[in-house]
């Protein structure tokens, strides 16, 4: 059946009264270009969490690209909404809608889910709920999308089982184009079918088809018909030598995110076998990126968005075998937009002498290392090859390079962990900190209670109690209070036990789930709104003790997700988890022997890839910039449509930088560490208003034609960016001040504008002491027309205060405005 495609979601009018309105406009560069349609076949990417930390995940901003890259399916996203937002669609019966078409989400085909965090598992069923879909999906009918689950968090799918239609095991680049024919095939079939059809895909699990049995050892999973596999067998992708596995370039956000920067994955994959890892495991065998493939990728998509930082991403980045060379060659490359590097924790020790030098520029002021035990003894059981001497040396060595401020990470509560290890993270910080207190500027200490993950081989390790995560946190804690120079911060252990509980939980923790949310619980992931009482009463008033998901499980004994297949065996889990009671290491398979985890018989992995480049070898200099000291001042005029308004003046100031930076102007750029292009911006325009005449002031080192900056400056704009004119300034910043502004407001609705005319006895109380402000201090001067009304003000005062609380327009009259600045003078 095709779906008829309704209205978009009329909510620009409300848009005026929220916090970061900008997170639910879309607007973004290189957003997909063609409109969702009855004919193609339409998904929704969701991520449960809040706009700012889903924007920056490279999972879905792949299964974007790949979906609108196709004809025949197209794909928009979403984002769980805010407070205010979620208040206000309960109030006004709006449905969640997607950030670019505004499409309500009970209107697509799919909505995919990525779950990457136990504990945003909450929003996906408030997310279903304000998109007015039914939570559970036995109680979806044919008229209802499918709702579709994938990341590491579907390696164990039963706390979700009730809410998700199917869940993807493993990668998701191959399968979710097979998951799109198939549905595209069988759009005309029934719920059953269309699901019946999916499962017989291989990575693709239907709970629906399976029951959860319990016997007296724990609850596992058996098939309620014979058509389905009884074990899912996850997906590998294998191709990522294949320019098509590139998806640039990257969705660039225009208001802030926590890492506005575009991800290049250089590696999948990480077989150094940390015990507590589950990424480390289910992510195997290891797959290199070709450098050249990816320096072309990471060329073509600064020059396309002036990205001021870019990241390289893996699992163990230090384990990319054209590391070197690759960090060489963007040294090389990127001092022209001094766009920096953003890169995970690194193993210095893994670069030759020659490159230390270099290093230092890259890294900037902070390395971050995660030792994650303090003693030897702790990280050999839990595998983590590192030893005190490695990462004494690092920090020796980083502090030769400039470097003074360091991050490290440890976890507590792991197993085997008695208080010598507590105090071993105590020494060990010391013994960094007194390699050069002087010199050191910050220690930054991040400790999180050990989860035990599904598909590791701590799968089976008990999760220490509150009290006493909190016991041993404080220990360290309290030890170094009165040093300045070292910082301790922990994850709250009570969210660590809720994340324990999903991570191991079986379908009963579904219903806990559901209860906890039914009692409030959303947006589980912020320390401001999760409530650890909440979660404990929800699970008490449905009579589900949380200690049977805490505790130490009998290796002999079923586990709820022993019918995923991720590939790694469960015996050698097993054997890893041995190895762990008698202090055993087991060597990286990379460097060391085969310890026979399965992945090799099942994807006919890479796992060995290396590429041999022979970039390695030369020696490459780097440019150095030259210092011009003689600057060309160009003013720039720019409109900012409305489809904008709701993009601040920083965020605006943020993409004005970006378009400057990918212009190829000679730029001149602000000396100092972070260096970013010399520009001057003109007053700020409030949040909700449109432009016809901003500017900008951009420094150049070399004269150039009016028209050449203009063309420069004018390619790949975000719509409703439009660069009016150039104007040389000559040699001298123009020195002008600005004071006053023309607004004009309009409405299409029948408004009396004459009322404006009455400014001089209006008054408003303004600023956070509530000071009495007279309009007729402010405003200049008020024509009225038959459909606006043009004011000429001060600079200052909120004009949406003004429309509220001066002339009385309800909050919804003034959604339905237009107000745009139409000069600065
Ligand atoms: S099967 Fe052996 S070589 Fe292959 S990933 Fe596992 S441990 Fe490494």
Redesign the pocket.
């Known amino acids: 059946m095709q779906r008829d495609i309704v209205q978009p979601v009329d909510i620009e009018k409300y848009l005026y009264f929220l916090k970061k309105p900008g997170r639910y406009t879309g607007n973004e560069l290189n957003t997909k270009t063609k409109q969702i349609s009855k004919k193609t076949l339409n998904f929704v990417l969701a991520f449960p969490d809040l706009y700012e930390i889903g924007m920056s995940h490279l999972g879905l901003k792949i299964l974007y690209s790949i979906l609108n890259k196709h004809p025949d399916f197209s794909a928009d996203r979403v984002y769980a909404p805010d407070e205010d937002l979620i208040e206000l669609l309960k109030e006004k019966n709006i449905p969640l809608f997607s950030v670019e078409d505004k499409i309500p989400l009970n209107q697509f085909d799919i909505v995919g889910f990525t779950l990457q965090y136990e504990l945003s598992y909450t929003n996906i069923l408030l997310m279903l709920e304000l998109g007015q879909i039914p939570l559970k999906s036995k109680e979806r009918g044919d008229s209802n999308p499918l709702i579709i689950a994938g990341g590491p968090g579907a390696f164990n799918p039963e706390p979700l089982a009730d809410f998700i239609d199917a869940f993807v095991i493993g990668d998701g680049e191959d399968v979710i184009l097979e998951i799109a024919d198939c549905l595209l095939k069988n759009r005309d079939s029934k719920r059953e079918g269309k699901l019946l059809a999916l499962a017989q895909i291989q990575g693709v699990y239907v709970p629906n088809f399976y029951k959860q049995a319990v016997n007296k050892k724990g609850s596992y999973v058996i098939r309620l018909r014979e058509d389905v596999p009884e074990r899912i067998t996850r997906r590998f992708f294998l191709n990522f030598d294949d320019p098509n596995s590139i998806h640039s370039p990257q969705l660039r956000p225009l208001t802030d995110i926590v890492h506005r920067r575009p991800s290049y994955e250089v590696m999948r994959g990480c ?1 150094r ?1 940390c015990r507590f890892c589950q990424a480390g495991m289910v992510y ?3 797959r290199e990126r070709d450098m050249k493939m990816l320096l072309e990728d990471i060329e073509n998509d600064l020059s396309l968005n002036g990205w001021e930082e870019i990241s390289l991403n893996s699992l163990s980045i230090s384990d990319y075998s054209c590391l070197q060379p690759l960090l060489l060659s963007l040294l090389d490359k990127l001092p022209e937009t001094e766009t920096s590097i953003s890169l995970p924790s690194l193993r210095l020790d893994s670069f030759d002498d020659t490159f230390q030098p270099k290093l230092g520029k890259l890294l900037g002021n902070t390395v971050t290392f995660a030792p994650e035990a303090g003693t030897q003894k702790l990280r050999d059981v839990i595998n983590k090859n590192i030893t005190e001497e490695e990462i004494i040396n690092s920090v020796k060595k980083a502090l030769t390079m400039g470097i003074r401020s360091f991050k490290l990470y440890f976890m507590v509560g792991l197993p085997e962990e008695t208080d010598e290890d507590i105090k071993g993270i105590i020494q060990l910080i010391e013994e960094i900190f007194e390699i050069s207190p002087r010199r050191i500027s910050k220690i930054n200490v991040s400790i999180a209670p050990f989860v035990p993950k599904s598909h590791t081989p701590f799968q089976w390790v008990a999760q220490l109690q509150i009290d006493e995560f909190l016991r041993r946190i404080l220990i360290v804690k309290h030890h170094f209070h009165e040093n300045r120079k070292i910082n301790i911060k922990y994850h709250t252990p009570e969210q660590s036990q809720i994340e324990a509980v999903i991570a191991r939980g079986d379908r009963s923790v579904g219903r806990v789930i559901l209860q906890a949310y039914r009692s409030g619980a959303k947006l589980d992931a912020w320390d401001s709104s999760f409530d650890h009482e909440r979660w404990i009463e929800a699970a008490e008033n449905i009579e589900i003790d949380l200690r049977a998901f805490l505790g130490e499980i009998p290796p002999e004994n079923p586990l709820p997700w022993d019918h995923i297949d991720s590939g ?1 065996k469960k015996e ?1 889990l097993f054997s890893e988890y041995r190895r762990s009671h008698e202090v055993l290491t087991t060597q ?3 460097n060391g ?9 099942n994807s006919s ?1 890479k ?2 890839q290396k590429y041999n480049d022979e970039e390695r070898a030369e020696s490459r200099k780097i440019k150095i910039s030259q210092e011009v000291e003689q600057r060309f001042f160009y003013k720039i005029k720019y409109a900012k449509g409305d489809n904008l308004c709701f993009i601040s003046h920083r965020e605006i100031s943020t993409l004005i930088y970006a378009i400057v930076r990918k212009s190829k102007l000679p730029i001149y750029y602000t000396k100092g560490f972070n260096r970013h292009p010399k520009i001057s911006f003109g007053p700020p325009l409030s949040l909700g208003l449109a432009g016809r005449e901003e500017f900008f002031i951009i420094s150049l080192k070399n004269v150039l034609e009016k028209r050449e900056v203009l063309e420069k400056l004018d390619e790949n704009l975000p719509n409703g960016f439009v660069i009016n004119e150039v104007i040389p300034l000559g040699s001298a910043s123009e020195k002008k001040y600005y004071t006053k502004e023309l607004l004009r407001i309009s409405s299409n609705a029948c408004i009396s504008w004459n009322k404006f005319l009455e400014y001089k006895n209006k008054s408003i109380f303004s600023g956070r002491k509530e000071k009495l402000i007279y309009l007729k201090d402010f405003f200049e001067d008020v024509k009225v027309f038959s459909h606006h009304v043009d004011i000429q003000k001060k600079l200052g005062l909120n004009i949406f205060q003004i429309l509220e609380e001066a002339f009385g327009f309800s909050r919804e009259q003034i959604g339905t405005f237009s107000i745009e600045r139409i000069k600065i003078f």
């Not at 022997?593 to 399965?598: D, E, R, V």
């Open positions: 077989t076998g195997r065998p290891i790694v050698f990286d398979c990379r022997a085969c310890s026979h985890c399965g992945i090799c018989e992995p796992y060995s």
